[in-house]
């Protein structure tokens, strides 16, 4: 098969399209034949050198695909060759085949095309697995969504709506904070021109956000800790903005908050099993009755990913960037 390989860490033109020793299925996995992939921040972070894959997983980048079953290895039941699906991944999704744990597989949800279900799974089990089983947001709460127009913001701010919550965001131009409006938001920081703490506390009367889901890391710390409600709950799933920050406990204390911070690419094959099954539980329904939908900017051949990163790189996109497999049609 062929493959995006990283010949060494890099920009985009370190993502080569190259022929590559076929996956084989081991016990409890499926192979499936790769419609569609989606670019990932991870990606970017992983050709650049710095997000090594796990122990014992592909080497290639792509951490959701959607696609065909083509071979079940030993054990796995309830799925079938021919099944499409979209899946997530611990790499290799930048590939024509990749082999999959039945765990991580999802079936493709009622309405959805199979290549724009390619930028479903990531975002999906992110922001389930952080806002609600995590971070618990109830209805009449408040969300706050740091990088409100990208796929984990888009994706965010829909379920937010979707469980009752108020949903606030932050972007960096009016234009973004326009498409996150479409989308549900309803408190709009542009956090190029705005203190978003200052306009957290305007915009809720004092009271804060009671969730805040964060992709900036150090350099929001300190403020998201001021930005948080009584017993409200910070969860951090990315370092855009470095990796260590100053953490006020007082400030903490006196809010009775909390703070946590998750990857889900490394964590145990149960707990990606769990979280992808809470995802076709709570979000594959609010899918199918179009309550949520995957918000797609632009689509690249698969073999010209190093185009699709730049596309990235540039900041300009809404929601996700998909890579189409020539199976794609």
């Not at 979209?86 to 009622?110: H, I, N, R, S, W």
């Not at 929001?220 to 799933?237: F, H, Q, W």
């Not at 809470?278 to 949520?292: F, K």
């Amino acid at each position: 098969m062929h493959a995006i390989t990283i010949t060494e860490p890099g920009g985009p033109e370190a993502l080569v399209w190259a022929e590559v020793p076929d996956p084989v299925p081991g016990e409890g996995e499926v192979l499936v034949e790769v419609v569609a992939a989606a670019v990932n921040r991870a990606d970017v972070l992983q050709r650049q050198g710095f997000y090594d894959p796990p122990p014992g997983a592909s080497r290639y980048p792509g951490l959701e695909c959607s696609g065909r079953i083509t071979e079940l290895g030993p054990g796995v039941s309830g799925w079938a060759v021919g099944d499409e699906v979209c899946a997530l991944l611990t790499g290799g999704g930048y590939a024509e085949k990749v082999a999959v744990p039945a765990g991580q597989l999802l079936p493709v949800p009622d309405g959805v095309d199979l290549v724009t279900a390619a930028g479903l799974p990531e975002v999906a089990c992110t922001v389930w697995s952080n806002v609600f089983m995590v971070a618990h947001l109830r209805p009449g709460e408040t969300l706050l969504v740091h990088g409100g127009a990208s796929g984990i913001g888009t994706m965010a701010i829909q379920l937010g709506k979707a469980v009752g919550a108020r949903v606030a965001v932050t972007a960096g131009s009016a234009g973004k904070l326009a498409r996150c409006a479409e989308l549900g938001a309803d408190i709009l920081i542009d956090y190029r021109e705005q203190d978003f703490a200052e306009e957290i506390h305007k915009a809720t009367d004092g009271t804060g956000a009671d969730v805040i889901l964060d992709i900036v890391g150090a350099k929001y710390l300190d403020r998201n800790v001021k930005s948080l409600a009584v017993n409200g709950r910070l969860a951090v799933i990315g370092m855009q903005g470095g990796v260590k920050g100053e953490l006020n406990l007082a400030t903490l204390l006196g809010k009775r908050a909390a703070v946590t911070a998750t990857s889900l690419r490394a964590r145990p094959l149960g707990e990606k099993a769990a979280i992808v099954a809470a995802v076709r539980e709570h979000v594959w329904p609010l899918i199918a009755a179009g309550r949520v939908r995957a918000v797609v900017d632009q689509q690249f051949p698969l073999s010209e990913a190093a185009d699709a990163h730049r596309a990235l790189d540039s900041g300009t996109h809404v929601g996700k960037i998909l890579l189409r497999g020539a199976s794609a049609g």
